[in-house]
């Protein structure tokens, strides 16, 4: 676990991780709220929402980030490798 933390925390998983929040991100804060953002239909609780929305695809390119850089140290620790 110490070492997913450590890799997740470095400048390259990091910055690859953002680029695809902003982007994934922005679709889907398009489809999900883009009709309450024309609106003006925007309180708190759809803010978090939208907020979250973009932590989603943040988290999973870090974790997939992670899991090929770890993969690719060490293969046989792979989900199918190591079984």
Do not use: Q
């Not at 489809?31 to 695809?57: E, S």
Request: charged share 20%; with cysteine; net charge positive.
């Amino acid at each position: 676990m110490a070492e997913w933390i450590r890799l997740a925390n470095t400048w390259p998983v990091i910055r690859r991780a953002l680029k695809y929040a902003v982007v994934v991100g922005a679709v889907l804060i398009a489809i999900n709220h883009g009709d309450a953002i024309l609106r003006g239909d925007l309180d708190a609780v759809r803010i978090v929402k939208m907020g979250l929305t973009v932590l989603v695809p943040y988290v999973v390119s870090a974790l997939s980030s992670v899991g090929a850089m770890i993969e690719s140290a060490c293969p046989e620790r792979s989900l199918e490798g190591g079984r």
